[in-house]
Structure formats: structure tokens, C-alpha cells
């Protein structure tokens, strides 16, 4: 599977958003310094644990840490190609503290398509996490009260496994890993879902589907969620990375991809896993799979064929 080309049509206008977010956190206060930056970029570059910028953040530390992070990314990430909302699931807001979503920007370097092999090392904290993409279509998803508003909005629906690396060396609360970018590395997508022609199916599926985890090598299931478990209707999650995004001064474009949040806890992949996502309702019932190997060292990857 070919990823269409979003970096290109993105990387002009998420440049000029990072330069002044970055200009904007010089002046805060408690914004991490070029060393903590440069030293974090490492720690994920080589795949091996680092301090983040501090383990127990508050929200008003986020903002700025991300936006001075965010400006070095592509060095090791690759070119932006939208966003992503984290802690939009309940129980991921749970088990990390979160009073609410915290959202982030996608890079594409590591976005791999079904199928993929890699290292479960593949990073220094290395986790996967059931997830869905959706593409814009519209920058009036901002100005969407309802889920049949949002998804008139939007292109696809893109099954898909988030792969984050946390690199985190300590326990951490959630704004520390919104901090570090909500720990985005990369992912494998699915087929897309094309809106036009499956609308109606698709506003009522989505709210009403099963997210089903399992590891295929051994028939095993380990989790399922309702799709209603992210905000309610995961386009909710869409209508919310919409506004706080445009709060922050970022007007989407088509073509950008969202990515709405984890249905589980992240969950630490081991060798020999073949993880399986299935989206039980969707029109296809489509999944998205990817196979975790002992080989590799940290942060490396061998594409394998689509599912």
C-alpha cells in the first residue's frame, strides 16, 4: 500500500505553525531549553529511555514543551501529516490521570501500512494502541456541533494501530506524555473507507462497532471497546482535535489526518505477537494487523506485505 503524498501538501503550513507556537513558548515560563530538547530527540532517535522534560508535569507546561519539541521532530520523524487527539478513551484517562484530550502532531516517517513487521524493540519504551484515523475533508469539522456534521467534513475512515514510543525512563502522568508530543512515533494503516457512498452506515457504525484486539499467532483475544468509548462517538474526538487546534491558531486542510485516540490503554508489544485489530460493524468489517519480531535493534523497522 502506497501512503498518499500529505507530507508534501502539509509541511509548508505545519512549519509555519510550529515556528510560531515555538516563538510563542520561548517567552513561558518552565519551557524546556535547547539541551532538554536536543537530549530528548536523541533519547527517541537511538531507542533507548530519557527524562522527557520531568515525569509529573501540570497542564500549563504542555503547551510550550510541545511546540519547542515539535520543531525538531522531523529530523528523526519525518514531515508532519496532521494531528492526533490522545487520552480521548475513558480508560486511558484512568490509568493516566487526564481530566480530558491532549492532542499532538503525526510525522510520517513511521506510518506503515498493514501488514508490517517489525522489532517489538522498536523504540525505547515501545507500546502499540487500537486507534482510527480519519482524513479532513473540510475545515468546517471545527465548526461541526454533531457527528453528522463531522463526518461531512471528513474523506475516510482509515483503521489503524498507533505505535507510540513513551521514552519516558519513569513513571509519568499524563501531561508529561503530552509534553513529549503525546509520545508519537508512528502507526500502521488499514484500507481506507471512503465517506461518499457509506455516510449513513458509517455515522450510526461507528458509535455502535467493536474494536476487537487479538494476537492472531495465537488465537488469543486481549481487549475489546464500543466505539463509543472515545467521547461518546469517536467523531466527537475529531469535532474536539478540530477546535483545540483552532484554538491554537491551526485551521486543518484537506487531506490532513487526524488520529482520534486509543479504544485500550497502550500496551507493550512482545515478540512473537501478531496483532490484529478488527472493527466489528464498519461497512467491510476491516482490520489492521502488524507483526512484532525478536530481531531489530530499537527504532528499526522491515516493511512486510499488506494484509
Not at 239 to 254: D, M, N, S, T, V
Request: charged fraction near 20%; glycine fraction near 12%; proline fraction near 9%.
Amino acid at each position: 500500500m502506497n501512503l498518499p503524498d500529505w507530507s508534501r501538501r502539509l509541511a509548508i503550513p505545519l512549519a509555519v505553525m510550529m515556528l510560531a507556537t515555538a516563538a510563542t513558548a520561548a517567552t513561558a515560563a518552565n519551557c524546556p531549553d535547547r539541551a532538554a530538547v536536543a537530549a530528548h530527540v536523541a533519547a527517541l532517535a537511538q531507542g533507548r529511555p530519557g527524562p522527557g522534560f520531568g515525569f509529573q508535569l501540570e497542564a500549563g507546561q504542555v503547551d510550550c514543551a510541545r511546540a519547542a519539541l515539535v520543531q525538531a521532530l522531523p529530523r528523526v520523524l519525518g514531515q508532519p501529516v496532521g494531528y492526533k487527539a490522545a487520552f480521548t478513551g475513558e480508560a486511558v484517562q484512568r490509568r493516566f490521570g487526564m481530566q480530558g484530550p491532549a492532542w499532538g502532531v503525526m510525522f510520517d516517517r513511521h506510518l506503515l501500512p498493514s501488514g508490517t513487521s517489525l522489532p517489538a524493540a522498536f523504540g525505547a519504551v515501545p507500546r502499540y494502541e487500537p486507534d482510527l484515523l480519519v482524513e479532513v475533508g473540510s475545515a468546517r469539522l471545527a465548526d461541526a456541533a454533531t457527528p453528522a456534521e463531522a463526518l461531512d467534513a471528513l474523506r475516510a475512515i482509515i483503521p489503524f494501530i498507533e505505535l507510540p514510543d513513551l521514552v519516558l525512563e519513569g513513571p509519568a502522568n499524563g501531561y508529561a506524555i503530552a509534553a513529549i508530543n503525546t509520545g508519537f512515533r508512528g502507526g500502521v494503516l488499514g484500507a481506507p473507507i471512503a465517506v461518499a457512498g457509506h455516510r449513513e452506515p458509517l455515522l450510526a457504525a461507528l458509535a455502535d462497532m467493536r474494536v476487537v484486539v487479538r494476537d492472531a499467532a495465537r488465537d488469543q483475544a486481549l481487549g475489546q471497546a464500543a466505539g463509543e468509548s472515545l467521547m461518546g462517538h469517536p467523531l466527537n474526538a475529531a469535532i474536539w482535535l478540530a477546535r483545540a487546534l483552532r484554538e491554537a491558531g491551526i485551521e486543518l486542510r484537506p487531506g490532513d489526518l487526524l488520529s482520534l485516540g486509543g479504544f485500550l490503554p497502550p500496551a507493550r508489544p512482545e515478540p512473537g505477537l501478531q496483532l490484529e485489530v478488527h472493527y466489528r460493524g464498519l461497512p467491510g468489517d476491516p482490520r489492521v494487523a502488524v507483526r512484532f519480531t525478536g530481531r531489530g535493534t530499537p527504532g528499526s523497522a522491515e516493511p512486510g506485505p499488506e494484509s
